[in-house]
């Protein structure tokens, strides 16, 4: 069930790199939304062109998905971590490469509930600050800017209770 989940996710976060948009903030849906093969979910996410990422919620499933360059030729099975400002580290699953060949710095994975509550804490602690959250690979990094990301944190929270 969770491969035409991701692929659907796939598809919708590859079609916002084609469109070529600019916005670089953070977002989420505020109640459930669903997918084509009727799958609901709900979504966290950052920038609609490269650099991107986005937390997915479904009933069984969470999955992080990350979008950049800096990570073209990080190899499947590599531990993937969330950095936060004074050292805080939380893993989530090693990325799985589920990508296509014309967008090689595509990596994604599995998010624990507890390393998801985590990441969401850590995101509303440092919406007034400008340290990023950093996502790690292969030793090669990628930061998201924080500020202002608690209020789209909350609405993600909320509409995972939905689910």
């Known amino acids: 069930m969770r491969h035409p989940v991701r692929l659907s996710l796939l598809t919708a976060v590859l079609s916002a790199c084609a469109f070529g948009a600019s916005a670089q903030s953070w977002g989420a849906t505020a109640h459930p939304a669903t997918f084509e093969n009727g799958t609901r979910y709900c979504m966290l996410w950052f920038g609609e062109t490269e650099p991107l990422m986005n937390v997915t919620a479904t009933g069984d499933a969470q999955t992080y998905l990350v979008v950049s360059s800096v990570f073209n030729d990080v190899p499947a099975g590599t531990d993937v971590t969330f950095g936060f400002k004074g050292g805080i580290r939380i ?9 296509p060949q014309e967008y090689p710095g595509f990596i994604s994975g ?16 440092g919406s007034s600050d400008t340290a990023p959250m950093t996502v790690i690979a292969g030793g090669k990094t990628q930061d998201f800017p ?7 944190a909350s609405s993600f929270q ?3 209770a939905e689910l």
């Open 146 to 152: 924080l500020l202002s990301s608690a209020g789209d």
């Open 158 to 160: 909320a509409c995972k």
């Open 110 to 125: 599995d998010v624990s509930e507890e390393a998801l509550s985590a990441i969401l804490a850590r995101m509303a602690l």
């Open 91 to 99: 893993a989530v699953s090693p990325l799985d490469k589920l990508r």
